[in-house]
């Protein structure tokens, strides 16, 4: 009986023995690539069109083809990143036309309230310019990250959204809209209304 008691004491020292050592086998967490961000420069953006405005050189403008597109909307690439800023222009025919336009703009950002953990507002104010507007920063796995609106109150309105071409992971595109808001502040504190 000693000679069990013995083996069973020495299997159970050894099982002890063993779990007592502190391995870590959990998985790591998966790594992203680094991004190499170009070097910020701006060109203007000066078609025949009732507005102009700045944007950086590594993206390009192109015309919207989309089926249901008006004249003047254009995307601007940011074909590195795999995004796109959708920009819309309008002429606006009266002040309810104006409060439609503004009420949908504030409609299309708050709709993202479900998956975004947080939206922030912010006035567009250049009074020299009269270009007036909101800015809206979406924070989260929502489609659209970056959302404005600039009109000057009487004729124009015009709309920008953020959008990239992958499924939302706020937290691997972060940095890449973190440099992204940078050239839409450009954009928004060069635009002006031509006539």
């Known amino acids: 009986m000693k000679l069990k008691q013995l083996i069973i004491l020495s299997f159970v ?3 002890s023995f063993t779990a007592c050592q502190n391995h870590d086998y959990s998985p790591k967490p998966k790594a992203y690539f680094r991004i190499e961000f170009p070097k910020k420069e701006y060109v203007s953006f000066n078609k025949p069109v009732p507005f102009s405005f700045d944007y950086p050189t590594y ?3 192109e015309q919207d083809k989309s089926r249901d597109a008006a004249k003047d909307w254009y995307n601007l690439h940011f074909k590195q990143f795999n995004g796109f800023l959708h920009l819309t222009y309008y002429d ?3 002040k309810g036309e104006y409060d439609e336009m503004v009420e949908d ?3 299309l950002a708050f709709k993202h309230t479900i998956k975004a953990s947080a939206i922030d507002q912010k006035l567009i104010n250049y009074p020299d310019r009269k270009v007036y507007g909101v800015y809206y920063a979406i924070e ?3 489609a659209s990250s970056v959302q404005f609106f600039l009109t000057d109150s009487t004729k124009h309105y015009f ?3 953020l959008y990239f071409n992958e499924r939302p992971q706020y937290d691997s595109i972060a940095p890449v809209i973190n440099f992204i ?3 839409i502040d450009t954009l928004i504190a060069t635009f ?3 006539n």
């Open 59 to 61: 993206a390009f403008v």
């Open 105 to 107: 703009a504030r409609k």
């Open 159 to 161: 709309r920008g959204a």
């Open 192 to 194: 002006k209304w031509k």
């Open 92 to 94: 606006i025919s009266g």
């Open 140 to 142: 989260g796995n929502t």
């Open 13 to 15: 020292l050894l099982i």
């Open 181 to 183: 808001k940078k050239d």
